[in-house]
């Protein structure tokens, strides 16, 4: 079994290495978009869970005057002793290389997490359908896409919207039955940039 062990000890740095390469490369903000910026740093987190993500995301919503959530961030757990060991030799204590099988579970806790440091978007002054619309697409969870979404049509009730609303009703649905081969997956995936460029009509027209 030794050797099992050191292979996936290995396989594990290699891809904890890339994706910490991937996330520095990630992390020239632009100080002229700060909604962006905080757009970047939850990504960057959510593929590349770290205590070194977590703590930029952190000092960045705290000086846009955003609550931080007071729950820890949820992460997985590390596969096994020598994975966690070899990777903090090699990026320092606590750092925490990505789980590449997150359970549905522990994605929607992330996603809620996540979710709850407000898109800057929404807090944007006047308020517009261009505003809204890219704010929508900052977001992770159901119950924060169906809210914001609930909010554009009392704000800005039309056709289009009605129609973006029941988009994403229509893509959770397909989600929800699809079968986890590759056909199932890639029209998903089909379906779901077809809902992102229905959104992105409100600011790129």
């Known amino acids: 079994m030794d050797w099992v062990i050191t292979f996936l000890a290995i396989a594990f740095v290699v891809a904890a290495a890339g994706a ?14 700060l ?10 987190l959510l593929e590349n869970p770290s205590e070194y993500a977590l703590q930029k995301l952190k000092d960045f919503a705290t000086s846009q005057n955003l609550k931080v959530p007071e729950e820890k961030y949820p992460t997985g757990k590390v596969p096994n002793v ?23 579970s522990l994605f929607l806790q992330q996603a809620a997490w996540l979710d709850s440091l ?6 944007e002054e006047p308020q517009t359908e261009k505003t809204l619309a890219k704010g929508i697409l900052r ?9 914001a979404l ?9 056709e289009k919207q009605q129609k973006l609303e029941q988009g994403y009703r ?19 995936r089909i379906e779901k940039e ?12």
């Open 20 to 33: 910490k390469h991937r996330a520095s490369r990630r992390y020239n903000l632009p100080q002229e978009n």
């Open 170 to 188: 229509t893509l959770c649905e397909l989600r929800d039955n699809s079968k986890a081969d590759y056909d199932s997956l890639e029209n998903l």
């Open 35 to 44: 909604a962006l910026s905080l757009a970047i740093l939850k990504e960057n």
């Open 82 to 104: 020598e994975a966690r060991t070899i990777t903090e030799l090699i990026f320092g204590e606590g750092f925490k290389a990505p789980n590449f099988e997150q359970d549905e």
């Open 118 to 123: 407000t898109p800057l978007e929404f807090k």
């Open 139 to 147: 977001l992770y969870s159901d119950d924060a896409i169906f809210k």
């Open 194 to 205: 077809k809902w992102e460029r229905l959104a992105r009509e409100w600011f790129t027209a």
């Open 150 to 158: 609930k909010e554009f049509a009392q704000k800005f009730p039309s």
